[in-house]
């Protein structure tokens, strides 16, 4: 996500078009970590392996697409299917939201006994988080009103901080629009953050669980890594391309019509050398 988003920013690209791993793309792509899907005989640890090789073969056939200019193919794509598009991907991103819904059951004794993965035996034990082993909060947790509380306050600001009027400057004769200066949704976490730290934590002695609670943090860049997969043998790309195709198209596909949907707000027109 970090190096798809820099080279989106550096090469190219519009407002609203830098994003990680895209919801659609995630749907598809975890066939290659499930227990039924190619690679269930194996380790979670080398399914993981194969994601990357997965990923990489799909970056090549984008650029392959891209040299093609297969872009003028979404000339084809009606309106009905760019709205169906558009409502799908909020209810893939709202429903992938829940999950901060979910709190860690009673840990259990970690230990460093063999685990079987699927129909792989004896792997060594994998810890992708936490959202394996979760449970709903409930109205009985102190958390859930907080995190009720900092959904108000951003949903809030995100809805009337548009409809504010526009603030003329003194002396020039022009007007400019609170939401181009100060972005509704950048307004919205920096609220949260100061209700979090500076109310929540400091004033009432409460706390919601962070991202550092769920998942370690490390300040720099992610380490270069090349596939742990046997490139020269034919087995791993016969498994591996037709899901790459699948991510490929659903990658372009949902790229131009974000394109069209910027457009649309912004009533600009992408150039064609973006496409």
């Not at 409502?87 to 829940?98: E, F, H, K, P, Y």
């Not at 391309?241 to 949907?261: D, N, Y």
Request: negative net charge; hydrophobic residues 45%.
């Amino acid at each position: 996500s970090f190096f798809l988003g820099l080279v989106t920013g550096v090469v190219g690209g519009r407002p609203g078009m830098i994003s990680g791993c895209a919801g659609a793309l995630a749907v598809v792509v975890r066939i290659v970590m499930s227990d039924d899907g190619p690679f269930g005989d194996r380790c979670l640890s080398e399914r993981r392996e194969y994601v990357l090789f997965t990923m990489f073969l799909c970056g090549i056939l984008q650029v392959v697409c891209g040299f093609l200019r297969l872009a003028e193919a979404a000339k084809l794509i009606s309106q009905s299917a760019f709205l169906g598009f558009f409502n799908a991907l909020a209810i893939v991103i709202g429903t992938s939201q829940l999950e901060t819904f979910h709190k860690p059951k009673d840990k259990a004794h970690v230990s460093g006994a063999l685990e079987t993965h699927g129909r792989a035996l004896n792997c060594q034990p994998a810890n992708f988080g936490p959202s394996g082993h979760a449970e709903w909060y409930t109205f009985q947790d102190t958390e859930t009103w907080l995190m009720l509380v900092h959904i108000a306050v951003v949903m809030s600001v995100i809805h009337f901080l548009p409809k504010v009027p526009d603030v003329r400057i003194p002396g020039t004769g022009f007007s400019v629009k609170p939401e181009q200066v100060l972005p509704p949704c950048l307004v919205g976490i920096l609220l949260s953050m100061a209700l979090e730290w500076g109310v929540f934590r400091a004033g009432l002695d409460l706390r919601t669980t962070l991202v550092m609670d769920v998942s370690p943090i490390k300040g720099g860049l992610p380490p270069w890594h090349v596939p742990d997969v046997p490139w020269g043998t034919w087995d791993p790309y016969a498994k591996c391309l037709p899901i790459a195709a699948s991510l490929c198209g659903i990658g372009l596909v949902e790229s131009i019509l974000t394109l069209q949907a910027v457009d649309e707000i912004l009533d600009q027109t992408t150039p064609s050398w973006m496409k």
